[in-house]
């Protein structure tokens, strides 16, 4: 990437007056760079040069030592008093970019930038399994995951108690090294952190005999969790800074709780609502009668109409999950499954002779639609 033979004016690139503060010249920049970044746009061809531009303008401007030197003596005296712009790589353009927009990891160089600030630790799973019961009452369960925690041995400075950190020397103190990458947009040179020493820079002359100089453990936690009443399976419960540890200085990561709820014999879930099935003999289905049906909590009472029909539903509001983050339950639906006798002694068989033979359409004269059967017996739900 050819550089312009002669600079230009950091007030020109980032187009703000000389009097500009130091908040128009960040607004300046920031609007500039989300314009020119070069993962962002692919149609300029020019987009990731005049990005350097910007980048190298705001580097002066941004910092009052460096803009006074520039105001009195220009580029010239930046440079001779030691000031290299550098913003050569794509890697150093991220961290820039990283450092500014505050994106974690990769940022939006989708990763292989040697990352400048500390890295933030990383997310980590944990499983909770639930009854159903439990989902719906909801409430502290306690969960225990491996995350990565600080070493206690070395606190964390990855060196034996009592031994020196020195400058590494695969390196040679700048924790980054170059390294070719295929994109998009052709290949480019990265900086990488240094798998040496990690990116820091420095290395333990003798490694934590606990950590192996990583400063850091695969430990287990428990924690506890508060899962709120009416969660479904798998739903997550986020835990913020109950990650991984960061490296010194960055925040943990999250905790992420993946709720699994096992299944219930009794009941099948429909959202907030639940639905059990509840077998009615024939005869009594004709008769009508009142049986018990189970709930979340106690068993309750319902009274089974004379003439009830095979996939009739009765609605018992209220009685099902409870709405997550709202107020108020889902209903419990009872599903009614008339059962025919399937083996009928002498006496039970010459009795149903006896009523078959006394049936009249009158008897079986439905006060539903059609379309009102045909629904019930599709197992369309509907409350009578
Ligand atoms: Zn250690
Ligand atoms: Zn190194």
């Known amino acids: 990437m050819a550089r312009p033979a002669t600079p230009r004016d950091p007030y020109e690139v980032l187009g703000v007056p000389r009097a500009a503060d130091d908040a128009q010249i960040k607004k300046a920049f920031r609007s ?19 990005f350097k531009q910007a980048a190298e303008a705001y580097e002066i401007l941004s910092d009052a030592e460096r803009r006074a030197t520039y105001d009195r003596f220009g580029h010239e005296g930046l440079r001779s008093g030691g000031y290299q712009p550098n913003f050569d790589q794509f890697g150093s353009l991220g961290d820039l970019f990283e450092a500014f927009f505050g994106a974690a990891g990769g940022g939006i160089f989708g990763g292989g930038g040697a990352a400048r600030g500390p890295a933030v630790g990383a997310d980590v799973g944990a499983e909770l399994e639930l009854d159903l019961t439990q ?7 306690a969960v225990t995951y491996a995350a990565v925690d600080r070493c206690e041995h070395c606190h964390g400075n990855g060196a034996e108690p009592g031994t020196p950190i020195e400058t590494c020397s695969r390196c040679g103190g700048a924790g980054r090294r170059q390294a070719v990458t295929r994109t998009p947009f052709g290949q480019v040179m ?11 820079g420095r290395i333990a002359a003798q490694p934590c005999a606990q950590c192996g100089g990583r400063g850091a453990l695969l430990a287990e936690r428990t924690v506890t969790v508060e899962v709120p009443a009416g969660i479904a399976d798998g739903q997550r419960v986020r835990i913020g800074g109950r990650g991984s540890v960061g490296a010194p200085g960055a925040r943990a990561g999250d905790l992420y709780v993946l709720v699994s709820v096992r299944e219930d014999e009794r009941f099948v879930r429909d959202g907030d609502d639940l639905v059990t099935v509840l077998d009615v003999p024939a005869p009594l289905a004709a008769l009508g009668a009142s049986l018990q049906v ?23 509001r209220g009685r099902g999950m409870p709405r997550l983050q709202r107020h108020g339950h889902g209903d419990l639906r009872v599903v009614v499954n008339v059962q025919i006798p399937r083996r009928l002694s002498d006496e039970q068989r010459s009795l149903l002779e006896q009523l078959s033979a006394t049936i009249t359409e009158e008897n079986l004269r439905a006060e539903e639609s059609v379309f009102a059967r045909l629904r019930r017996t599709l197992h369309l739900h509907h409350s009578r």
Request: aromatic share 2%; net charge negative; with cysteine.
């Open 294 to 316: 189970p709930t979340l909590t106690d068993p309750v009472t319902v009274e089974v109409a004379a003439g009830t029909q095979p996939g009739e539903v009765i609605a018992l």
């Open 135 to 141: 989902a719906a009452a909801g409430g502290a369960f």
């Open 190 to 200: 990265r900086t990488v952190a240094c798998d040496a020493c990690g990116g820091d």
């Open 32 to 50: 500039l760079a989300r314009e020119l970044h070069p993962d962002v746009n692919t149609d300029d061809p020019q987009a990731e040069e005049k």
